[in-house]
């Protein structure tokens, strides 16, 4: 592992506005705190930027040292560990515009979905979030950003029009369709392969309110609730995207009373369209017994956090996904036998529903692939460095056994700590993108400095 001597941290603290934290500096610890507490951060100097300038300073400073370097924003997808690296925290960079007429809106790379959702939800404009409000907008929407209004509008990565991104050489660049149409291409799917990206600008919707929000069965209506919904789901207008979710919920002060510490389904909606409509597509879902909680009516925009109800607080994640194309009867059993067991040791296994617009290609082509997938599944389990292994393995077995229906690709933004030997990366692409990505990387970041990652590693198309 390279050391900094202290001159040379003497002169990048001097080039950079925020903190530069070795281990040794009180506040780098606090420095690094992330959402997902089984991944880490160790770096060799945490760089707090404040400004694009600092990133710069920071990006020229790892390539100098031949440092990695690590990106940390809001720290829901931390994937390797940043040991020996120059990490860049992204959250002083808070700017956030919206220009309300033409409907669009600009972020600096520490903005969070809240933030945005507040904004736009007090002028009656939507954008493409997630299920958190914690994660932060860039990180979620550079691998793809599959969120509640997905079937209608697509991946939030399919509406963004320009990027600021700090590349491999320090250079500051304002990436757009007709100005980089390579790089445009690669940053909006390949997350933090190709640079720092610290503003994005991207269009607003006319969503003032949906029709949704989450609905809760006892978990003994698991099988019931799931057949249903696989059902249901064929020839669903694209105004409504739904997911369900089997949560084994623990006894905890921020569990809602009526859920605390029981096995429930959470059956998810968000209609973009008459609320009268919604309610009557929601009905076979209420019919099927005594909610513990029915939340779902019509909902601000501002609102739309209530619609999956994500934890907010950190906590050790071990996760693990996949993509179906299809969900036979078997396919919702096998679901169940690994879901619904009473010694399942899952929090949350979860099937979101795909198709409509997140199943087309976008106006202008970006790397987000594998959209043939009309399904994802989604499995997390809570626990310490000694449970990851028996946890990892339980959520193997779970995706393994539903590889007959399996498109036996991955979606970017749910890979994992797990997931990043490249043949596993490889799988977040069509094959197509993931040559030109290769050939791309070798092109901006031929010394692989970012590759504290899902990484894709620099290559000519004729190596593969
Ligand atoms: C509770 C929870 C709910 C989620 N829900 C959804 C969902 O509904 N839909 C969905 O699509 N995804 C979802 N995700 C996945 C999430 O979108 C990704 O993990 C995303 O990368 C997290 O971004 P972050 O900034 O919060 O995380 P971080 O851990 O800070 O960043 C993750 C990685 O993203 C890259 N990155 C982040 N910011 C930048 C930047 N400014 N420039 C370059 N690279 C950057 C880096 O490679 C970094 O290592 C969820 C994750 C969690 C934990």
Sequence with gaps: MNAISPADLAGLRSEVAGPVLTPDDAGYTQELSTFNLAVTHAPLVAVGAQSPADVQAA????????LPVAVLSAGHGSSVSSAGSVLITTRRLSGLTVDENARTARVEAGVRWAELIERTGKLGLGA????SPTVSVIGYTLGGGLGPFGRRYGYAADHV?????????GELRHVTADGDPDLFWALRGAKGNFGVVVAMEFTLFPIASFYGGGLFLPGELAAKALHLFREWVAGLPEEMTASVCLLSLPPAPFVP??????R?????????????EGARLVEPFRRLGEPIIDAVTELPYAAVAAVHNDPVDPMPIVEQATLLRE????AVDTFLRFAADERSPLVMAELRHLGGALGRPPAIPNAVGNREAAFTVFAAAVGGPEDAPRLHAYEEAFV???KPWSTGRRYANFMFAGDTDPETVALAYPDDSFRRLRDLKHRFDPANTFRINHNIVAGDTREL
Excluded at 161 to 167: F, G, N, R, Y
Excluded at 257 to 262: A, D, F, M, S
């Design 264 to 276: 429930v389904v959470h059956l998810r909606f968000a209609y973009l369209g008459d609320a009268a």
């Design 59 to 66: 990006v020229r400073f790892a390539t100098a040292h031949n």
């Design 400 to 402: 393994n056994a539903l």
């Design 257 to 262: 009373e009526p859920l605390r510490g029981r």
């Design 161 to 169: 029009w320009s990027l600021d991104v700090v590349t491999a050489d």
């Design 128 to 131: 493409l979030n997630g299920s």
């Design 327 to 330: 969900l036979p009867a078997e």
